[in-house]
T-cell receptor
Framework: GAVVSQHPSWVICKSGTSVKIECRSLDFQATTMFWYRQFPKQSLMLMATSNEGSKATYEQGVEKDKFLINHASLTLSTLTVTSAHPEDSSFYIC??????????????FGPGTRLTVL | AQKITQTQPGMFVQEKEAVTLDCTYDTSDPSYGLFWYKQPSSGEMIFLIYQGSYDQQNATEGRYSLNFQKARKSANLVISASQLGDSAMYFCAMREWNYGQNFVFGPGTRLSVLP
């Protein structure tokens, strides 16, 4: 089955520092990767959509200069939270859409990264 | 306007009984897909079942079935013979094929299975 990994699975950082989260599709090529944020007891909110080799498309209200997304290859996308603050503490989940999408055009989700900013 | 509505923030079910989790959606796109995901406390999103807007039959996957009522725009998840391991958050999601193709998630329902 299609596997998506995220690294790190959890990270604690000081306020003002930057944190990079990696999302990798392990056994398939992903033309599109999605980044979501989930606050406690809430649903997933799409932050941005990234296509390999092009600029990410950010959802309304998401600061592109704060959440830098790079999709440099068909198997790797990174999300960098720049100058993180406590309000950025959240669960960040990526998903990847295969190059050869199946019947239901399914996305495959990574296990998530829990970010805590002190 | 909210595109996916899950009216049950929390549900309880006795082990081995069936439970229905509600989901209603709103779209003007004739081509769309409906998904259900399970999110246990560990956080990973586990795909359960899919229903396409043009599918004639209700989708089934093992103990999961989707009660798709297109005219009412509802896509309820039915879990038969509940197990303790079914305790988790359940999210209904929709993708509109012609309108951006992004996933939109509902607010979720927390299911607790009682022994």
């Amino acid at each position: 089955g299609a596997v998506v990994s995220q690294h790190p699975s959890w990270v604690i950082c000081k306020s003002g520092t930057s944190v990079k989260i990696e999302c990798r599709s392990l056994d398939f090529q992903a033309t599109t990767m999605f980044w979501y944020r989930q606050f406690p007891k809430q649903s997933l909110m799409l932050m941005a959509t990234s296509n390999e080799g092009s600029k990410a498309t950010y959802e309304q209200g998401v600061e592109k200069d704060k959440f830098l997304i790079n999709h440099a290859s068909l198997t790797l996308s990174t999300l960098t939270v720049t100058s993180a603050h406590p309000e950025d503490s959240s669960f960040y989940i990526c998903s990847a859409k295969p190059w050869t999408a199946g019947y239901n055009n399914e996305q495959f989700f990574g296990p998530g990264t829990r970010l805590t900013v002190l | 306007a909210q595109k996916i509505t899950q009216t049950q923030p929390g549900m309880f079910v006795q082990e081995k009984e069936a439970v229905t989790l509600d989901c209603t959606y709103d779209t003007s796109d004739p081509s769309y897909g409906l998904f259900w995901y399970k999110q246990p406390s560990s956080g990973e999103m586990i795909f359960l079942i899919y229903q396409g807007s043009y599918d004639q039959q209700n989708a089934t996957e093992g103990r999961y079935s989707l009660n798709f009522q297109k005219a009412r725009k509802s896509a309820n998840l039915v879990i038969s013979a509940s197990q303790l391991g079914d305790s988790a958050m359940y999210f209904c999601a929709m993708r509109e094929w012609n309108y951006g193709q992004n996933f939109v998630f509902g607010p979720g329902t927390r299911l607790s299975v009682l022994p």
